[in-house]
């Protein structure tokens, strides 16, 4: 069965720390992998995409993710926590077909 | 501008009365796909379709129809709705299958069902 697992359902951290947000999957094929962000009151817009190719993936804003086949592993990360950074992120899951998965999400926190 | 259309932003409405979400995409994209989204459980996908006349169910399709008359626009109806029904919802589209591709979201559909 396909299955996105974020591991975190609230993360806080001080502006100018490292931010780190949690994705387990589970797929029986090749999985194509997404981060998306949803600020308050808004859509969603995608951070970044796995799609097999490299499996270190940099995305807007200064966030990237790493693919760990063997952890089955998708963790977004940033260096340095902004102010504008606080808001949902999800982790969204394409098996191969049209259908769509996503986590729970993740709502990030940034204190001043 | 490319973007995704939804219309209307907000509605509170009773149950039973028929009501539709529109959907309007200028991209000339060929997959578009409806979405609810509710605390704690992120976003399920409720139909989606891969091009004109050919649509497909999603997670939790109950309650909803949809319609794929035209490449840009991909209704959501909901005969008769009932207080479960009240969500965000969200319609997103993609140029192909959305496997490898990454989906094009409006601004989302506030739902209220008393």
């Known amino acids: 069965a396909q299955s996105v697992t974020q591991l975190d359902s609230h993360v806080s951290v001080s502006e100018g720390t490292p931010v780190l947000l949690r994705c387990n999957y589970s797929?029986?094929?090749?999985?194509?992998l997404f981060w998306y962000v949803q600020h308050p009151n808004k859509g969603l817009q995608l951070l970044l995409k796995?799609?097999?190719?490299?499996?270190l993936v940099k995305g807007i804003n200064g966030f990237e993710a790493e693919f760990k086949k063997s952890e089955t592993s998708f963790h977004l990360t940033k260096p340095s926590a902004h102010m504008s950074d606080a808001a949902e992120y999800f982790c969204?899951?394409?098996?191969?077909?049209?259908?769509?998965?996503f986590g729970a999400g993740t709502r990030l926190f940034v204190k001043a | 501008e490319a973007q995704v259309t939804q219309n209307p932003r907000y509605l509170i409405t009773v149950t039973g009365k028929k009501l539709t979400v529109t959907c309007s995409q200028n991209m000339n994209h060929e997959y578009m796909s409806w979405y609810r989204q509710d605390p704690g459980l992120g976003l399920r996908q409720i139909y989606y379709s891969m091009n004109v006349e050919v649509t497909d169910k999603g997670d939790v399709p109950e309650g909803y129809k949809v319609s794929r008359k035209e490449k840009r626009n991909f209704p959501l109806i909901l005969e008769s709705p009932s207080p479960n029904q009240t969500s965000l919802y969200f319609c997103?589209?993609?140029?192909?299958?959305?496997?490898?591709?990454?989906?094009?979201f409006g601004a989302g559909t506030r739902l209220s069902v008393l």
């Open positions: 997103a589209s993609s140029p192909q299958k959305a496997a490898k591709n990454i989906q094009y």
């Open positions: 969204v899951l394409n098996t191969g077909g049209f259908k769509t998965i």
């Open positions: 797929s029986s094929y090749s999985p194509s």
């Open positions: 796995y799609t097999s190719a490299a499996t």
